[in-house]
């Protein structure tokens, strides 16, 4: 039915989320990221057979560094204010748009989103996620996770969750297989077009974390709106299965499917706000040029002064 003047619509951008969020709580993604893992019961005896692993003790060694790597990118990204309201950021993902339609006027796009500076840090944390020579990129720790997971039936769901990042997320997929596609008209009168994968990471690698010249070259008559108006949602998206998987390995870990060291959970990540406090039992001056101990246990010279 059209829209009637006057009126708005919402419209969704049709962006794949590749999951399914049953409540708030974002280790509950039900169908990429269970709670409740598949039962290893091949018998159906309740015994477990999961075969024993047959991996080279190093090949599991490099893949477990890879998901300890993974485990402490996302719980930083994780902590990120943009991920803390998963309603809002799964619309962000999305992509959704209102339409307003003015009696008499030119109708208006009107796309909500969030203030670039947040969505900038948000970029910052999430995108070593998606840089493939990163050791916690998400590819890599899927391939990790399949390694140490050996004959585990949840290896069928990292398969399925490669698929979905990659069709969202691989830059050469998405320009034959696009989801979204900007076209403008050039200063020459020409049409020009880019997906959306293309303009989010324009905004990305040439006005963000890097200035890409190929990068801005490419995106350079697309506005700087634009190119921002897609990273948000491939941002958000990554957002939601970056802490999605997190969510899943400690559901792993937990069950004891995975041995990872229980340190990459509890470790400091990020810097808490407010003034930061450390304990000194003592503190030294001197003029500018004095020569420093060699250790913590030499003593200062006579040059230096205590001063507490």
């Given at each position: 039915?059209?829209?009637?003047?006057?009126?708005?619509?919402?419209?969704?951008?049709?962006?794949?989320?590749?999951?399914?969020?049953?409540?708030?709580?974002?280790?509950?993604?039900?169908?990429?990221?269970?709670?409740?893992?598949?039962?290893?019961?091949?018998?159906?005896?309740?015994?477990?057979?999961?075969?024993?692993?047959?991996?080279?003790?190093?090949?599991?060694?490099?893949?477990?560094?890879?998901?300890?790597?993974?485990?402490?990118?996302?719980r930083r990204v994780a902590a990120h204010s943009l991920a803390q309201d998963a309603d809002r950021?799964?619309?962000?993902?999305?992509?959704?748009?209102?339409?307003?339609?003015?009696?008499?006027?030119?109708?208006?796009?009107?796309?909500?989103?969030?203030?670039?500076?947040?969505?900038?840090?948000?970029?910052?944390?999430?995108?070593?996620?998606?840089?493939?020579?990163?050791?916690?990129?998400?590819?890599?720790?899927?391939?990790?996770?399949?390694?140490?997971?050996?004959g585990h039936p949840v290896r069928a769901r990292l398969r399925e969750i490669r698929k979905i990042?990659?069709?969202?997320?691989?830059?050469?997929?998405?320009?034959?297989?696009?989801?979204?596609?900007?076209?403008?008209?050039?200063?020459?009168?020409?049409?020009?077009?880019?997906?959306?994968?293309?303009?989010?990471?324009?905004?990305?690698?040439?006005?963000?974390?890097?200035?890409?010249?190929?990068?801005?070259?490419?995106?350079?008559?697309?506005?700087?709106?634009?190119?921002?108006?897609?990273?948000?949602?491939?941002?958000?998206?990554?957002?939601?299965?970056?802490?999605?998987?997190?969510?899943?390995?400690?559901?792993?870990?937990?069950?004891?499917?995975?041995?990872?060291?229980?340190?990459?959970?509890?470790?400091?990540?990020?810097?808490?706000?407010?003034?930061?406090?450390?304990?000194?039992?003592?503190?030294?001056?001197?003029?500018?040029?004095?020569?420093?101990?060699?250790?913590?246990?030499?003593?200062?010279?006579?040059?230096?002064?205590?001063?507490?």
């Open positions: 039915m059209p829209a009637q003047a006057g009126s708005d619509r919402i419209v969704d951008a049709g962006l794949d989320l590749g999951l399914i969020r049953r409540n708030n709580d974002w280790t509950a993604h039900e169908r990429m990221y269970p709670m409740t893992l598949p039962s290893a019961d091949a018998a159906g005896d309740g015994t477990q057979r999961v075969p024993a692993p047959t991996v080279a003790a190093a090949a599991r060694n490099a893949a477990m560094r890879t998901i300890e790597a993974f485990v402490l990118r996302a950021l799964e619309a962000l993902a999305r992509g959704e748009i209102q339409i307003v339609v003015r009696g008499g006027e030119p109708s208006l796009m009107c796309v909500a989103l969030p203030p670039e500076e947040q969505t900038e840090s948000a970029a910052a944390r999430v995108r070593p996620i998606f840089l493939e020579r990163d050791p916690c990129y998400y590819q890599k720790t899927l391939k990790a996770l399949g390694v140490l997971l050996e990042w990659e069709a969202r997320l691989n830059e050469t997929r998405a320009k034959s297989s696009p989801g979204v596609i900007t076209m403008i008209e050039g200063e020459d009168g020409s049409s020009l077009s880019l997906t959306n994968v293309e303009l989010a990471l324009g905004w990305i690698y040439g006005d963000v974390v890097h200035h890409d010249l190929d990068r801005r070259t490419s995106t350079e008559e697309f506005s700087v709106r634009l190119r921002y108006k897609e990273a948000v949602p491939l941002v958000a998206f990554a957002i939601l299965h970056t802490v999605g998987l997190l969510g899943l390995i400690e559901t792993l870990a937990t069950e004891g499917a995975l041995k990872i060291d229980p340190e990459v959970f509890t470790v400091d990540v990020v810097v808490p706000p407010g003034p930061l406090e450390f304990p000194i039992e003592a503190a030294y001056s001197a003029p500018v040029g004095t020569s420093l101990p060699s250790s913590v246990d030499e003593p200062f010279g006579a040059e230096w002064e205590r001063e507490l």
